[in-house]
């Protein structure tokens, strides 16, 4: 009889675990890194504070995020092309959504979703650039749509 408790203890250990993860009763920290999805959501104060999970992508994917703030207007008006808005689920509504999952008063929420495309970060890495040679917001969408838009 005492053989079989000891055997069932580890197996209801386990199974009050499972259970515990699944419930959500192990807490989260909206600060680290969660999935959503296919991409990793972080939760920080600003678009100035840059999520822990850039730390595996390259300098110049860093700098992009770095600049979202900067470019935040021009990317709300600008379609992004990876094929991201027009998933089933979470469709983006901009290429700012290929950054930002949400914004609110309690801050900024990243999604790593541009940092797994490329098409999403030449988009914003052109916007940069166009507004650097002084083309308006209006110029630089057209110009978007013009280099990036497959049916144009």
């Known amino acids: 009889m005492k053989a079989k408790w000891l055997l069932a203890l580890p197996a209801a250990v386990l199974a009050c675990g499972i259970l515990l993860v699944a419930c959500g009763g192990g807490g989260s920290d909206e ?54 808005m027009k998933y089933e689920d979470d469709p983006h509504s901009s290429l700012l959504r290929c950054y930002v999952a949400g914004k609110d008063d309690t801050g900024v929420t990243w999604t790593d979703h541009s940092g797994q495309c490329g098409i999403c970060t030449e988009e914003l890495a052109k916007i940069e650039e166009w507004s650097k040679e002084g083309k308006t917001p209006e110029q630089i969408k057209q110009l978007i749509e013009d280099n990036f838009n497959p049916n144009a």
């Open 31 to 84: 600060s680290e890194p969660h999935r959503h999805g296919n991409e990793n959501w972080e939760h920080e104060a600003s678009l100035a504070d840059m999520p822990s999970f850039l730390d595996k992508y390259s300098g110049r994917t860093k700098h992009l995020y770095s600049i979202v703030g900067k470019y935040e207007d021009i990317m709300q008006m600008i379609n992004c092309y990876c094929g991201c």
